[in-house]
């Protein structure tokens, strides 16, 4: 049992292959560094399949999210891009809704249901994701095709015009997103947003950022800089609810925010450096993968589920540092070709 | 910038401090269950060690019988004779109060 | 089109998460309650061991101590990271803010 490349876990009791745990950590930084968005969704799934309990690995998923969110909060309030006062009236909501999230996933856990539960959840959600990051693809190529450069069309959903004219008070005017409306409607937003969280151990970025936009009708830049802050205080509140019920392994999250803390800035330079849209086919493909395997793993293959998402997650990060260090490479030459 | 940096090395210090306050401890113990009587809301247990096989998973008996008070505990699963628990327990005036107990036989989360 | 994929998965979001309490009340009863115990006797003495200590003895007490250290940790690691950058000569400041 005492293998060098397992870690005993000492509050879930079970004997994790940590390189799979750095792996993770790290791409996680890596991808959501390079595309912006979360992917903790990939969390949940490879820690339940690196054999954590289901309850286990939502909760530490959303501690190392806290880490994580820190830092990028951190960087964003700095532009400026923030609304406080709305993120402040979402904390509300967020807070009970990831509380309510997480008592569902206690209740889950006790009738004994809640693997396949979350894992059946998984799948719906990184389907969607799988297609919209496909058909993205699809509409982006037939553009060119078309020669059609123009920036987005015309304005497509303005709900938030409508729901703007909900007057339930207290109504509030953000002064940085520039808008009013009831406060009502940014709390029931978070609110839905903060139980599917809590319930998946996610940010909810994935949710919220549209829904800001959209919903609420918040300038896109500023939703960006407030969905990061919401992210923060839903890892935060999450962690802790996590931590008083006791299913947050702590040595995990450890190890794995040492690998986010790299990969990120890696995914981040990376930007810098990308060109072309092939990288989010990649992405696509990794999110095709770990749907996959969760269902590999609910059928119990364990082994090949375990090797198809470190395989997938392993690969694409592969790609990124490629480009990364290609591309830093040519610019320090060409910095050192100047000064001569 | 100066201002954040500040801010941050305040919060480390107070977490520091935080952490040096008086450690809470507390024994822990794994075994089969031998009694459990829960009238007077006491459990015995065969104690196991900690030389885990594949054969013994739970550790082998060492053959000593530890008795528990379950008045404050927090139980999950009740545990009946021949159940393996884990218990977390304190030695209040020569007596083991415990605080939680764990039911490992009845309440595999590992498959989950 | 994308617009309507963010929409259609907002609304299944939403759906989704009014429905799930029902969903769980349907399910049946609740059960009783889970509790893990650490081991302790497998963690030597030090960090860890102090951490499954207070997660033994008050969850309450853990589930803060979780927090505060996991924020100040991102925040060192992310600091540290950032200075390691700036010395192999990478600029992150001009870069373009990339969400979505």
Redesign the interface.
């Known amino acids: 049992?005492l293998e060098w490349y397992t870690m005993?876990m000492?509050?879930?009791?079970?004997d994790i292959f940590w390189p799979g745990l750095v792996l993770i950590g790290f791409s996680v930084g890596c991808i959501g560094g390079f595309?912006?968005?979360g992917g903790a969704w990939m969390v949940t799934p490879g820690l339940n399949i690196l054999?954590f309990?289901?309850?286990f690995a939502i909760g530490t998923d959303i501690?190392?999210i806290?880490?994580?969110?820190?830092?990028?909060t951190?960087?964003?309030s700095k532009?400026g891009n923030v609304d406080y006062k709305l993120g402040c009236i979402m904390i509300i909501g967020t807070v009970i809704?990831i509380e309510?999230g997480a008592q569902?996933v206690m209740?889950?856990?006790?009738?004994?249901?809640?693997?396949p539960v979350v894992r059946w959840?998984y799948v719906?959600l990184l389907a969607?994701i799988c297609?919209?990051v496909f058909?993205?693809y699809y509409?982006a190529n037939k553009k060119k095709k078309a020669g059609d450069v123009g920036e987005h069309g015309a304005e497509?959903?303005t709900w938030y015009k409508t729901l703007h004219r909900i007057k339930i008070p207290p109504m509030v005017h953000f002064k940085t997103a520039g808008f009013t409306c009831s406060a009502w409607l940014p709390i029931m937003v978070s609110f839905?947003?903060g139980?599917?969280a809590g319930?998946l151990g996610i940010g909810g970025g994935?949710?919220r950022?549209?829904?800001l936009v959209?919903?609420i009708g918040c300038p896109t830049?500023i939703a960006?800089g407030t969905d990061l802050f919401e992210v923060m205080i839903s890892g935060?509140y999450g962690?802790?609810?996590?931590?008083?019920?006791?299913?947050?392994e702590?040595?995990a999250?450890?190890v794995m925010?040492?690998g986010?803390?790299?990969g990120?800035?890696i995914g981040?330079?990376a930007?810098?450096y990308a060109k072309g849209y092939g990288i989010r086919i990649a992405f696509g493909l990794a999110v095709l993968a770990c749907m996959v395997s969760i269902i590999l793993k609910q059928y119990g293959f364990n082994t090949s589920a375990t090797v198809l998402i470190l395989g997938a997650v392993g690969s694409i990060c592969v790609y990124i540092c490629w480009i990364m260090f290609s591309g830093?490479a040519k610019?320090?030459r060409e910095?050192k070709a100047a000064s001569h | 910038m100066k201002k954040r940096f500040c801010l941050y090395y305040i919060s480390c210090v107070l977490t520091l401090i935080f952490l040096v306050t008086p450690a809470l401890a507390a024994e822990v113990a794994q075994g089969k269950t031998v009694t459990n009587d829960t009238k007077t809301k006491s459990i015995t247990i065969e104690e196991y060690d900690i030389n885990f096989t594949p054969q013994n998973k739970y550790g082998n008996p060492t053959g000593k019988t530890m008795v528990f008070d379950l008045s404050e505990a927090l139980i999950g699963k009740e545990a009946v004779p021949g159940d393996i628990v884990r218990i977390a327990y304190k030695v209040v005036d020569g007596k083991n109060k415990v605080i939680r107990i764990m039911n490992v036989t009845r309440q595999d989360i590992m498959k989950k | 089109m994308r617009k309507r994929l963010h929409t259609l998965l907002t609304l299944g979001a939403t759906v989704f998460t009014v429905f799930l309490p029902e969903l769980v009340r349907a399910a049946g009863p609740a059960a009783e309650m889970l509790i893990v115990v650490a081991d302790s006797r497998r963690v030597s003495a030090g960090w860890g061991r102090y951490f499954v200590d207070s997660y033994n003895t008050n969850p309450l007490w853990f589930g803060l101590e979780v927090t505060i250290i996991t924020a100040l940790m991102g925040v060192t690691l992310g600091l540290i990271t950032d200075q390691i950058m700036k010395r192999i000569g990478i600029d992150l400041t001009s870069r373009k803010i990339v969400e979505h």
């Open positions: 049992m005993y000492p509050i879930s009791g079970v595309f912006g968005m054999g309990p289901m309850a501690a190392h806290a880490g994580k969110s820190m830092i990028s951190f960087r964003h532009f809704g309510i569902v209740w889950l856990e006790r009738l004994g249901t809640i693997g959840v719906g969607l297609i919209m058909y993205d509409k497509g959903i839905l947003t139980i599917l319930f994935l949710i950022m549209p829904a959209y919903l830049h960006v935060l962690t802790f609810t996590y931590g008083a019920k006791g299913r947050i702590i040595y999250v450890f925010l040492m986010a803390a790299i990120a800035q981040t330079v930007t810098k830093a610019e320090l910095k």
